[in-house]
């Protein structure tokens, strides 16, 4: 009895594993942040000032990324990383995500500027700006850093910031975060595996 108890148990072993990993969730690139409340006060102007929050982009996948365009290395890297993750998809999925730069340098970054910045990577990309309260606000809240250094009086200075991208699924919530560095390719795989979950 206790034989047949033993081999019964064997023969089920390879079924529950194979039960067990359909029941775990897919396999992302990047960091998996699911559960952080990450957006709910983000109430910006975009580039072509109309008034923006998450809830606008409900049904896409949403990639924000905190920044300036006076930075010199970070943020056009990163930008051109978003760009080429969406050339890797095709173009039904690219239209079903909206990439935002929140730009962390108000005073500086008009709306015009941030146009044809967005412009110089791709032009669905949206800049979000505000005043210097709720650029602060909405970065704390994403628990981004960022800090002027230089002569700010004069407006020759750099901002050390956070450098990131967070990536929201369809459904408006934030899933996954990915560091600077990524390459295109391990992102879009990502944005793709996001495009398929509700």
Same mark, same amino acid.
């Given at each position: 009895?206790? /034989?047949?108890?033993?081999? =019964?148990?064997?023969?089920?072993?390879?079924?529950?594993?194979?039960?067990?990993?359909?029941?775990? *969730? &897919?396999?992302?690139?990047?960091?998996?942040?699911? *559960? #952080?409340?990450? *957006? %709910? #006060?983000?109430? @910006?102007?975009?580039? =072509?000032?109309? #008034?923006?929050?998450?809830?606008?982009?409900?049904?896409?996948?949403?990639?924000?990324?905190?920044?300036?365009?006076?930075? %010199?290395?970070?943020?056009?890297?990163?930008?051109?990383?978003?760009?080429?993750?969406? +050339? @890797?998809?095709?173009?039904?999925?690219?239209? /079903?995500?909206?990439?935002?730069?929140?730009?962390?340098? %108000?005073? /500086?970054?008009? %709306?015009?500027?941030?146009?044809?910045?967005?412009?110089?990577?791709?032009?669905?990309?949206?800049? @979000?700006?505000?005043?210097? !309260?709720?650029?602060?606000?909405?970065?704390?809240?994403?628990?981004?850093?960022?800090?002027?250094?230089?002569?700010?009086?004069?407006?020759?200075?750099?901002?050390?910031?956070?450098? $990131?991208?967070?990536?929201? $699924? &369809?459904? $408006?919530?934030?899933?996954?975060?990915?560091? =600077? $560095?990524?390459?295109? !390719? /391990?992102?879009? #795989?990502?944005?793709?595996?996001? @495009?398929? +979950?509700?």
């Amino acid at each position: 009895m206790q /034989r047949r108890t033993l081999l =019964h148990s064997l023969l089920s072993l390879p079924a529950l594993l194979i039960l067990g990993a359909c029941e775990q *969730g &897919p396999s992302f690139n990047t960091t998996d942040v699911t *559960g #952080a409340s990450y *957006g %709910p #006060a983000l109430r @910006l102007k975009d580039q =072509h000032g109309q #008034a923006r929050t998450l809830a606008d982009f409900r049904g896409k996948v949403v990639a924000i990324f905190f920044g300036y365009t006076n930075c %010199p290395d970070v943020c056009p890297t990163s930008l051109m990383m978003l760009k080429e993750a969406l +050339q @890797l998809m095709s173009p039904a999925e690219a239209e /079903r995500v909206q990439v935002l730069f929140v730009s962390v340098d %108000p005073a /500086r970054d008009t %709306p015009e500027r941030l146009a044809m910045y967005m412009n110089a990577f791709d032009p669905r990309f949206l800049a @979000l700006t505000g005043s210097e !309260a709720e650029i602060a606000a909405v970065a704390k809240e994403f628990k981004v850093y960022y800090e002027k250094k230089g002569d700010i009086a004069s407006g020759r200075y750099t901002i050390d910031h956070s450098a $990131g991208c967070y990536l929201f $699924g &369809p459904d $408006g919530r934030a899933r996954l975060f990915a560091r =600077h $560095g990524e390459t295109a !390719a /391990r992102v879009a #795989a990502d944005l793709k595996l996001l @495009l398929t +979950q509700t």
